[in-house]
């Protein structure tokens, strides 16, 4: 279901006037980030409606928890007015993957090295994160916004389509993993989320629904994301880069888990 994307919020304009302003990035939730350019310095906006979960301010603090361990962009402002809130931060150094030159020329070595920067992210110290995206937590979240209609057929992808939300929930509960395999996620470890320098990840973007939860959401996510955006083929090159042999059942769950709750 798409949404009006999100006005800049006059404060936001205000502080940042003299800046020059730019679109960067939307999304169907009317999330918009802007990209901002002045004296050769670069900032991003994010300006998301008041009713977006997770806040951008939730959001902030992972990020900045995240910044306790690996690259992740410098919090500028983070505030809310009028119905709209949002987060500004300072460019990180890279470029994402939607645009970096081996997606044309080499897809395979990007995708490796998309796989080694989860690698790195699943590092995270897991008794030190606070905050929970498990099963305990996940299922019963999608179970409430198929209860509550909050999800549209439209939100499920393609693979899905041929179930109503309904169908697409008992199929949740009925392949449910009887065990996690429990990481610090990021949450949506998609190619526009990720950063690199040479061939390297050296930037995570996004940070909103990172938490620990079974390392396969990433999995199930990262690999989806390589068919939209390097095409299919690519999908065992990620699980055989990050170390472990495609799991079929998970990745199929947590894909279906994604639709409900994202």
Same mark, same amino acid.
Do not use: N, Y
């Given at each position: 279901?798409?949404?009006?994307?999100?006005?800049?919020?006059?404060?936001?304009a205000s502080t940042y006037r003299g800046w020059e302003w730019a679109p960067f990035y939307r999304n @169907?939730? *009317?999330? %918009?980030?802007h990209r901002l350019r002045r004296s050769?310095?670069?900032?991003?906006?994010k300006v998301a409606p008041a009713t977006t979960h997770p806040s951008l301010s939730q959001e902030a603090e992972r990020m900045r928890w995240a910044g306790n361990h690996l690259p992740v962009p410098t919090i500028l402002d983070c505030d809310a007015e009028a119905g709209h809130q949002w987060l500004v931060t300072r460019a990180l150094p890279g470029e994402d993957a939607t645009r970096h030159s081996l997606l044309q020329t080499d897809p395979a070595r990007l995708v490796g090295a998309l796989a080694r920067g989860l690698s790195?992210?699943?590092?995270?110290?897991?008794?030190?994160?606070?905050?929970?995206?498990?099963?305990?937590?996940?299922?019963?979240?999608?179970?409430?916004?198929? @209860?509550? *209609?909050? %999800?549209?057929?439209s939100d499920l992808n393609e693979d899905f389509a041929h179930l109503t939300p309904e169908q697409a929930l008992a199929q949740l509960l009925r392949t449910r993993p009887d065990s996690e395999d429990l990481v610090v996620c990021h949450g949506d470890y998609c190619f526009p989320n990720l950063l690199l320098t040479g061939e390297e990840?050296?930037?995570y973007v996004d940070l909103g629904e990172l938490g620990v939860a079974c390392r396969w959401w990433d999995l199930a996510v990262a690999t989806w994301s390589t068919i939209w955006n390097a095409g299919p083929g690519h999908e065992d090159a990620f699980t055989d880069a990050y170390g472990v042999a495609r799991d079929e059942a998970h990745i199929q769950f947590y894909r279906l888990l994604y639709c409900l709750v994202s």
């Open positions: 279901m798409s949404v009006t994307p999100a006005p800049i919020p006059p404060k936001l @169907q939730l *009317g999330v %918009v980030t050769g310095e670069t900032l991003f906006a790195v992210f699943h590092a995270l110290p897991v008794a030190e994160c606070p905050w929970r995206f498990d099963l305990e937590t996940s299922v019963p979240l999608a179970t409430e916004r198929v @209860q509550q *209609g909050l %999800v549209e057929p990840v050296t930037g």
